[in-house]
């Protein structure tokens, strides 16, 4: 499995921890993630694989970029080709490349710390407000595992801090 890319089905090593729809597909046919929490070393299995909707899975090789089971992933409501991943060292941001040509798709991964404190990022999710319509505030929110949902604006301009949410009306955006 060490250097097999493109698989007519998923691996079954690995336990799911998370799915997220990529595009969907009309038809049913949607491309997808699925993550995985299995790190079996012997054979070097992907933590998260992309599914085309055509029948071929792709390993996304992040676990090139960080060897750490995935526990989340949450695709960008707005850009399809940004895909964010929980794991159990922090979250990782992944650019898609889609096929072309007869080539692979591919992905390239950095981590996305932004003032998240280190741990395990149990749960992803985006709010957008407004809910319809070109939205005027985009947050990445991330469960860490015993120490809260924390924050990034996606849209904010040049604010690159995450914050803490206290209770449901703390933005924490003001002195």
């Not at 070097?44 to 899975?57: A, E, F, H, V």
């Not at 390993?59 to 707005?78: E, F, I, K, M, S």
Request: aromatic share 10%.
């Amino acid at each position: 499995i060490e250097n097999a890319f493109k698989m007519p089905y998923l691996p079954p090593v690995g336990d799911w921890s998370d799915l997220a729809v990529h595009v969907p597909g009309p038809d049913g046919s949607s491309s997808l993630y699925v993550a995985c929490t299995s790190l079996h070393e012997a054979l070097k299995m992907d933590t998260l694989w992309w599914y085309d909707g055509s029948g071929n899975w792709y390993a996304t090789r992040l676990r090139d970029a960080v060897q750490a089971p995935a526990l989340a992933v949450a695709v960008h409501p707005t850009d399809a080709n940004t895909v964010y991943v929980g794991t159990t060292l922090g979250a990782w941001g992944g650019t898609f490349h889609p096929p072309a040509g007869g080539n692979n798709p591919g992905w390239d991964w950095v981590e996305y710390g932004n003032g998240l404190p280190e741990g395990a990022v149990q749960d992803l999710a985006f709010y957008r407000e407004p809910a319809t319509g070109a939205p005027t505030m985009l947050l990445l929110r991330a469960a860490l595992q015993s120490r809260g949902v924390w924050e990034v604006d996606l849209l904010a301009p040049c604010d690159e801090r995450t914050y803490l949410r206290a209770h449901p009306l703390d933005t924490r955006r003001r002195s």
